[in-house]
T-cell receptor, first 112, second 115 residues
Framework: AQKITQTQPGMFVQEKEAVTLDCTYD???????LFWYKQPSSGEMIFLIY??????QNATEGRYSLNFQKARKSANLVISASQLGDSAMYFC?????????FGKGTLLTVNP | SAVISQKPSRDICQRGTSLTIQCQVD?????MFWYRQQPGQSLTLIAT?????????ESGFVIDKFPISRPNLTFSTLTVSNMSPEDSSIYLC????????????FGNGTRLTVT
C-alpha cells in the first residue's frame, strides 16, 4: 500500500507568482503512479497531472509541472503564473493499478 | 477523456434508510472505483467495482454496508445501507480507460447528509 504525505495544510501565493505544493510518498511497489487533483469549493475532483514511476522526464501540463525526485520519494506540484481561479484544495494521490491513496490536501489561496 | 455522470448529486436521508448512487461513464472503461470523502477530510477508497463479479473492498469497508454492482463496462452503483449520521460524506465514482497513461477521472460526487 502507498502512503502519501502532504505537509502543507495551507499555502498563500500572490497572483502571477509560482508556487510549489509538496508531496512525499512511501511505497514498496516497483511500479506506481502519482497524480495531482484540484478540488474547488464545488467539490469536483479535477485531474491536473500524472507521473509514472518509470517516466524518465518530469511531467508537464500547461502551467502545471511535477517535480519528481524518485530518490527523495517526492512529487511536488509546481503551478506557474498563479491565477485567482487556482484557489482550491489540491490533493496528491498515488498507488499501483490506479487504486489511489490520497494525502490530506493543501488549501491554496491566491491573493490579488 | 471519459465523462463520468453521477446521480443524485446530493441527497438528505433519514437514518436507517438506504441510498443507491449511480455512476455512468460515456465510454467503456477498464477500472471503476468508489471513494468516500468525509467532511473536511481527504478521499478514502471504498472498493474496486469489478465488471461481472463481486467488488473488492478495502480494509474497513464491507459488502453488507456498501453493496456495489457493475453489470457492464460503463455503469456502476454504490448503495449506502442502513445509514447513520456518520455516513454523511461525499461519495465519488472514478474510472480509467485502458489507454496508456490515461488518468483516473472522477464524477462530480454525491453529497449525502444523513439526519
Amino acid at each position: 500500500a502507498q502512503k502519501i504525505t502532504q505537509t502543507q495544510p495551507g499555502m498563500f501565493v500572490q497572483e502571477k507568482e509560482a508556487v510549489t505544493l509538496d508531496c512525499t510518498y512511501d511505497t514498496s511497489d516497483p511500479s506506481y503512479g502519482l497524480f495531482w487533483y484540484k478540488q474547488p469549493s464545488s467539490g469536483e475532483m479535477i485531474f491536473l497531472i500524472y507521473q509514472g514511476s518509470y517516466d524518465q522526464q518530469n511531467a508537464t501540463e500547461g502551467r502545471y509541472s511535477l517535480n519528481f525526485q524518485k530518490a527523495r520519494k517526492s512529487a511536488n506540484l509546481v503551478i506557474s503564473a498563479s491565477q485567482l481561479g487556482d484557489s482550491a484544495m489540491y490533493f496528491c494521490g498515488g498507488g499501483s493499478n490506479y487504486k489511489l491513496t490520497f494525502g490530506k490536501g493543501t488549501l491554496l489561496t491566491v491573493n490579488p | 477523456s471519459a465523462v463520468i455522470s453521477q446521480k443524485p448529486s446530493r441527497d438528505i436521508c433519514q437514518r436507517g434508510t438506504s441510498l443507491t448512487i449511480q455512476c455512468q461513464v460515456d465510454s467503456q472503461v477498464t477500472m471503476m472505483f468508489w471513494y468516500r470523502q468525509q467532511p473536511g477530510q481527504s478521499l478514502t477508497l471504498i472498493a474496486t467495482a469489478n465488471q461481472g463479479s463481486e467488488a473488492t473492498y478495502e480494509s474497513g469497508f464491507v459488502i453488507d454496508k456498501f453493496p456495489i454492482s457493475r453489470p457492464n463496462l460503463t455503469f456502476s452503483t454504490l448503495t449506502v445501507s442502513n445509514m447513520s449520521p456518520e455516513d454523511s460524506s461525499i461519495y465519488l465514482c472514478s474510472a480509467r480507460t485502458g489507454t496508456a497513461n490515461s488518468p483516473l477521472h472522477f464524477g462530480n460526487g454525491t453529497r449525502l447528509t444523513v439526519t
